[in-house]
């Protein structure tokens, strides 16, 4: 795809990955809207100069119109914004459930639905889709979060038979582990009877992303993505990738979810 004079709308563009991928777009001569959930919160000095900030509330179905309609036509759709969670299936509340889901499904997928109309018009278009590593390989105690990404990685998956013909390409970039802050909400009571392991689980989980690639890295790989010739329909990004590639062909689903128990110490 030509980046230079494109428009890109970039979610979740007012600090890590999102405002990574955000300046480098810049950088390549787009011209990009950066979505925040409080745009005026944002420090002038970690504005990215030559990004348009709007507000936008992903579980907010009347604030994700809004987005669509005063961003215009958009050449380059990247779906980042999304929120994380900590805690077991049995303990997360039916109102935390909803949000999680309709910040990081239904929002997205919306979102997505108001742009593609342009993209068929136009005849071109890109939609990145960042997802996790959890959509393949799901961490214990993040299992909501997972099935949110393996949901926008199916998301991924059906829009390219139906886009392709209209001339739009759609792919998943799933990070390992990325050196960010992702808004994560603890869906467990301190008295959980999970709650020890929940806390041993996200000690290894912050671990491996204190010791990630930074967002700039994967903003560099994108761009990448965005250029090349035949984009792959999903890229497993991070300092382990290709390991982590290399053992979910290698493993059985059985022997996966040993090397899972055997990573987080889940008896």
Not at 76 to 92: M, P, R
Request: proline share 6%; charged share 25%; net charge positive.
């Amino acid at each position: 795809m030509v980046l230079r004079q494109s428009r890109a709308l970039v979610t979740g563009a007012s600090s890590g990955i999102g405002r990574a991928i955000a300046a480098a777009l810049v950088g390549e001569g787009c011209e990009v809207v950066g979505t925040s959930r409080n745009p005026d919160a944002i420090p002038p000095e970690r504005r990215v100069p030559g990004v348009r900030y709007c507000r936008l509330e992903l579980s907010d179905s009347r604030s994700v119109e809004e987005v669509a309609s005063e961003a215009g036509p958009v050449d380059i759709l990247i779906n980042n914004a999304g929120v994380s969670q900590i805690g077991s299936v049995e303990d997360i509340s039916l109102e935390q459930l909803r949000y999680i889901n309709e910040v990081n499904v239904v929002g997205t997928v919306y979102l997505t639905k108001l742009l593609i109309a342009g993209m068929r018009e136009r005849r071109k278009g890109f939609i990145v889709n960042v997802t996790s590593f959890a959509a393949r390989i799901a961490i214990p105690f993040s299992t909501v979060y997972a099935v949110t990404k393996h949901a926008i990685g199916g998301l991924t998956k059906g829009l390219r038979p139906e886009l392709r013909p209209c001339g739009v390409q759609a792919v998943s970039v799933a990070p390992v582990h990325i050196n960010t802050a992702i808004p994560m909400i603890q869906t467990y009571p301190d008295d959980s009877p999970y709650a020890e392991q929940t806390r041993r689980v996200k000690a290894i989980r912050d671990k491996g992303m204190r010791e990630a690639p930074s967002p700039d890295w994967l903003a560099r790989k994108v761009v990448r993505i965005l250029k090349a010739r035949k984009p792959a329909p999903e890229y497993i990004l991070g300092k382990s990738a290709m390991l982590y590639r290399f053992l979910l062909r290698a493993l059985s689903e059985a022997g996966v979810q040993w090397l899972v128990r055997k990573t987080f110490h889940v008896r």
